[in-house]
């Protein structure tokens, strides 16, 4: 059984908020039972983030799981994401993008932004993809 399971069997929520693992119910558990889900969130916290991140995206798990593992590398200035024969995309505060990339990737694939997000991780992964 993984950790998400095993803690989620013991009627724990878990959610991702800022690349952090959220536990809620565990004022339902015994002290000791508390203590041991806190820990294993906290030493399978990478896993139990992919899973509920990462995995939900389908065939765009990949690029989530790059751009998670890259975005603290990425350019924090301005940069052009892509230029054509009909205009450019340029990004003007890259770092707040970032961050509100990683909020709505949180959100999940069903949330309002899904489209653009999965558009925006393949432009980020076309031009910065080989290099990380």
């Known amino acids: 059984m993984n950790a998400l399971q095993e803690i989620s069997d013991r009627g724990v929520k878990v959610a991702a908020f800022g690349g952090k693992v959220k536990l809620s119910g565990l004022s339902a558990l015994p002290p000791g039972e508390r203590d041991e889900v806190i820990a294993l969130a906290s030493k399978e916290k990478d896993e139990i983030l992919r899973e509920i ?3 939900p995206w389908g065939t765009h798990a990949h690029l ?3 751009f998670l593992s890259v975005k603290d590398t990425l350019p924090r ?3 052009t994401l892509w230029k054509g024969e009909y205009g450019s995309v340029t990004w ?3 770092a707040a993008s970032y961050e509100s990339l990683t909020r709505e990737i949180e959100k999940g694939p ?3 932004y899904a489209e653009e997000v999965r558009s925006i991780l393949e ?3 076309a031009k910065f993809g ?3």
């Open 123 to 125: 432009q980020l992964y």
């Open 77 to 79: 200035e301005r940069f």
């Open 53 to 55: 991140i990462t995995v």
């Open 64 to 66: 989530v799981e790059w």
């Open 110 to 112: 069903g949330g309002p």
């Open 130 to 132: 080989d290099a990380s």
């Open 92 to 94: 003007a505060t890259p």
